[in-house]
């Protein structure tokens, strides 16, 4: 299974869709918020389950602050991270993952990609594709996969070429 994550569009699609071309067939898409006006447009993209989270840039939407998935015996929370103080560290995230019984979490609202491994909590943020705040600035996304059985489960930063 190969689910792509992204985060931080900000109604910028033009990046998204090079993503998506790049990395089909997807079995599953998680957008961590931030996504300004293409809530309706990003599900007609692709072929597959879509969960999409409202971040503190998406006001007056009807989008949930918080999604769980599951896949295989994973439990994965998708959120923006701007409730969890994110920028102070990841403690918050690892704490509302814990509370949930989520052992992976996705969550975008910093615009710089990480992989993080807390007490067997697997915290990943995209990074953004539209507006990076990483050395560098290349526009960043991940993608989970996982085995046949979903026992392993890896996550891995990818980036755009800015040439």
């Known amino acids: 299974m190969k689910i792509l994550v992204v985060s931080d569009t900000h ?3 033009g990046n998204f869709d090079t993503v998506l071309q790049k990395e089909k067939p997807i079995d599953m898409l998680f957008h961590c918020g931030d996504i300004e006006q293409d ?6 993209m692709v072929e597959c389950p879509v969960y999409l ?8 939407g009807a989008l949930s602050r918080e999604l769980i998935a599951e896949v295989g015996q994973h439990r994965i929370m998708i959120v923006h991270g701007h409730n969890h103080g994110v920028y102070h560290g990841l403690d918050g995230l690892y704490a509302a993952a814990e509370a949930k019984g989520c052992d992976i979490v996705c969550y975008g609202h910093t615009h710089v990609p990480e992989v993080a491994k807390i007490n067997g909590v697997t915290i990943i943020n995209p990074g953004s594709l539209t507006r990076p705040k990483q ?3 290349a526009p960043s996304y991940a993608v989970l996969t996982f085995d046949e ?6 996550a891995e930063i990818r980036y755009l070429s800015l040439e």
């Not at 989270?53 to 007056?60: A, E, H, P, Q």
Request: a negative charge.
């Open 11 to 13: 109604g910028h699609l």
């Open 39 to 44: 809530s309706e447009t990003i599900p007609l």
């Open 53 to 60: 989270v409202g971040g503190n840039c998406d006001w007056g």
């Open 135 to 137: 050395d560098g600035h």
């Open 149 to 154: 059985a979903y026992e392993e489960m890896t």
